[in-house]
Every structure is written in C-alpha cells, then in structure tokens.
Nanobody, 123 residues
Framework: QVQLGESGGGLVQAGGSLRLSCEAS????????MGWFRQAPGKEREFVAA????????NYADSVKGRFTISRDNAKNTVNLQMNSLKPEDTAVYYC????????????????WGKGTLVTVSS
C-alpha cells in the first residue's frame, strides 16, 4: 500500500533545469527523513540529497551542492528536488526515498523506495 511516486524527469540540455516531485501515499512523510538517490547505467546507487522531518536540515552530495535544492511540503505529503545547472554526469534514474530511522544518506537504511524517474542531460 505504501507508494512513493516520482515525476518531473525528462530530457534537458546541459545548463538547464528540472524539478522532480515525489508524492507519497500509504505513509505520512512527516514521520520520515526523506531523500533523493540516483543511479546511472552500470553504476551503483548514490546519495544525492536529504531533508529532515521538519525541513530544517538538509544534506547534499558534494557533486550537486550549490546546484540542487531539496524541499518538502508535509501538508501535501510531497518532496521536491530542484535541479539547476544540470550536467551530463547528472544523467541517471532518480529515486525518492523514505528513512524512518536514519538520515536518508545510505541506501541500506532506506525503508521505502520510489520507482524512479529518468533524467537525461545532453551536451
């Protein structure tokens, strides 16, 4: 019954922007640290960004710091990832993640995963 549904992925040129959204059902996200991960073809899933339950604390991978912004709207049960100044190396499937016990920075600690949305950045 628990579902995390990502949307907003697509094809964009380098330097462009995309906004990803994660809508949750079957769980109230205010009870979870929320995060975004990504996985490129042939590579392992990596941490991108995380946000605390009340939104007061954020954490970013060094590779996206200054370009990506994670936010949440607990009233709407959604988490967003604003991606600016996109680079070809940002190309990956992006996954929304819910962590009940940790800080949503480690794949092994994630309780619930979304199905993913593909982001492709062209040169």
């Amino acid at each position: 019954q628990v579902q995390l549904g990502e949307s907003g992925g697509g094809l964009v040129q380098a330097g462009g922007s995309l906004r990803l959204s994660c809508e949750a059902s079957g769980l109230t996200i205010s009870s979870y640290y929320m995060g975004w991960f990504r996985q490129a073809p042939g590579k392992e899933r990596e941490f991108v960004a995380a946000i605390s339950r009340d939104g007061s604390t954020t954490n970013y991978a060094d590779s996206v710091k200054g370009r990506f912004t994670i936010s949440r709207d607990n009233a709407k049960n959604t988490v967003n990832l604003q991606m600016n100044s996109l680079k070809p190396e940002d190309t990956a499937v992006y996954y929304c993640a819910a962590d009940r016990a940790g800080r949503a920075t480690r794949s092994a600690g994630i309780y619930y995963w979304g199905k993913g949305t593909l982001v492709t950045v062209s040169s």
